[in-house]
């Protein structure tokens, strides 16, 4: 054999070999995606960890359910497989953009001409500015819904880069935020797109700051340890679609991209909530009211108007049951002695909240959702005062969906959602990773 021939087959073996390891094809289509989700007891975040670019790095990344798309620091941003997204393409299409951005440095991740224009937004400082959209590798775990499989690669995922200082306030380490939204870019959608699932992912928080939550990608079945898929039994509602945008900045007439449900009213032991203005229960035209669930909050936040009602109906009930009420804990002004208060397999015997539903179901909040422990002995409950104009009247906090299966079906736009997994005996954390 010549030399030019087995030059030829060396570059060749080199090519071939660089991009499978690279992950420009996956050797296999996987059922379903996972990954974990930590929470941070020094913030309250939550955060995975995903492999981005070449050659991969795991990154740190804030968890944002209502995110629109996944966004990472600029600053630091090496790869040779990172592409900027042209103007006026069919991925910047699906970003909703009308922006087109310009660069008079040096061509970098952040900074190349007729580049697609997109906003990043952190919440946890209500900032956005204007960031290029890019494409580059990802890589995340596979599933047979029971445990985590070999990692696969998704080539040409679309995510932007922002300049450092929007990574203030993030959790810890954290380099960006992964946007789970509804949105076209978002990580559920595409991922779907790519591996041609149904339009649907599945959230479990975890309240333990050692042992992670997880996220599930297509479909079921879901299952934890002890062997038990709690895909099963989960309990339906519509997702709503608010009609303005609640990210930190927008292109007018663009929908929200946060998962919205409709809540008629609330019950303290069965009994309703009187005073409730129902006028804040819904989203006006402006995209105000309504309520949306959050990764955002800890807590869930109430309208004060609604606060009150709330608050006022389970104090009532809490005395009845002779629970003794004591001085608030910052951020909380209803507290409680935990002396004499019974333990459950759901948590404190307190008071059942219940969210009545738009389609007559109801969402259960029980004693292990509903109350958080002080260091100083207090049972709080864990819902705080939003304000009297805030822009959505009820955010359910992430406290309040620890240990509970989410499943979240963009196609169907349904919500289902499961019971305090603490009754079937298992929590969000015993994924077998």
Same mark, same amino acid.
């Given at each position: @054999? ?7 087959? =060396? ?8 991009? /499978? ?44 359910? !209502? ?6 620091? /600029? ?26 951005? &310009? ?13 697609? !224009? ?7 400082? %209500? ?14 775990? &596979? ?21 450092? *200082? ?15 939204? %509804? ?17 649907? *992912? =599945? ?61 008629? !009213? ?22 105000? !009211? ?7 909050? #800890?807590?869930? @936040? ?18 009845? @049951? ?23 397999? $759901?948590? #404190? ?15 259960? $909040?029980?004693?292990?959702?509903? @109350? ?10 864990? *819902? ?6 805030? %822009?959505?009247?009820? $955010? ?31 929590? /969000?954390?015993? *994924?077998?990773?």
């Amino acid at each position: @054999m010549s030399s030019s021939c087995k030059y030829i087959l =060396a570059f060749l073996f080199l090519w071939l070999w660089s991009h /499978c390891a690279q992950g420009d094809t996956v050797s296999f289509r996987p059922k379903a995606l996972v990954a974990p989700i930590v929470k941070d007891p020094s913030t309250l975040q939550y955060y995975t960890n995903l492999s981005l670019k070449t050659h991969l790095r795991s990154e740190r990344l804030a968890f944002h359910l !209502g995110g629109s798309f996944l966004w990472i620091d /600029c600053d630091n941003y090496v790869s040779s497989t990172y592409r900027p997204v042209r103007c006026r393409s069919a991925q910047c299409s699906a970003a909703r953009s009308r922006a087109c951005g &310009s660069c008079f440095a040096t061509p970098r991740p952040g900074c190349s001409n007729d580049t697609c !224009g997109v906003s990043p937004y952190n919440p946890f400082i %209500r900032t956005s500015t204007g960031g290029d959209l890019l494409e580059d590798v990802l890589a995340i775990r &596979s599933t047979d819904g029971k445990t985590q499989g070999p990692q696969v690669t998704v080539p040409h995922f679309l995510f932007s880069c922002a300049p450092a *200082f929007l990574t203030e306030g993030l959790t810890g380490s954290a380099s960006g935020l992964a946007g789970f939204g %509804r949105g076209k870019i978002g990580l559920p959608e595409q991922l779907a797109a790519k591996f041609s699932f149904r339009r649907k *992912f =599945a959230v479990c928080l975890s309240g333990s700051s050692t042992s992670p939550g997880i996220v599930f990608f297509g479909p079921g079945p879901y299952v934890l340890q002890p062997d038990k898929d709690v895909s099963q039994g989960l309990i339906y509602t519509p997702l709503l679609l608010n009609p303005v945008s609640t990210a930190g900045s927008y292109f007018l007439g663009e929908p929200s991209d946060e998962y919205f449900i409709g809540v008629k !009213g609330i019950n303290i032991v069965e009994k309703p909530v009187t005073g409730l203005n129902s006028t804040l229960l819904n989203i006006d035209s402006e995209g105000n !009211g309504g309520t949306k669930i959050s990764t955002v909050v #800890p807590y869930t @936040m109430l309208q004060t108007s609604i606060y009150k009602a709330v608050t006022s109906a389970f104090e009532r009930e809490a005395t009845g @049951m002779g629970m003794k009420r004591v001085a608030g804990v910052k951020p909380f002004e209803v507290c409680f002695s935990s002396k004499g208060v019974p333990s459950t397999r $759901v948590g #404190p015997a307190v008071p059942t909240i219940d969210l009545l539903l738009d389609n007559g179901k109801f969402w259960s $909040v029980f004693g292990a959702n509903s @109350m958080v422990a002080t260091s100083n002995g207090a049972l709080c409950l864990g *819902f705080v005062d939003g304000g009297v104009s805030p %822009r959505t009247s009820i $955010v359910i906090g992430a406290h309040q969906i620890e240990d509970h299966l989410l499943e979240f079906d963009l196609a169907y736009y349904s919500l289902g959602f499961s019971s305090s997994l603490l009754f079937r005996q298992t929590t /969000c954390a015993n *994924f077998k990773f």
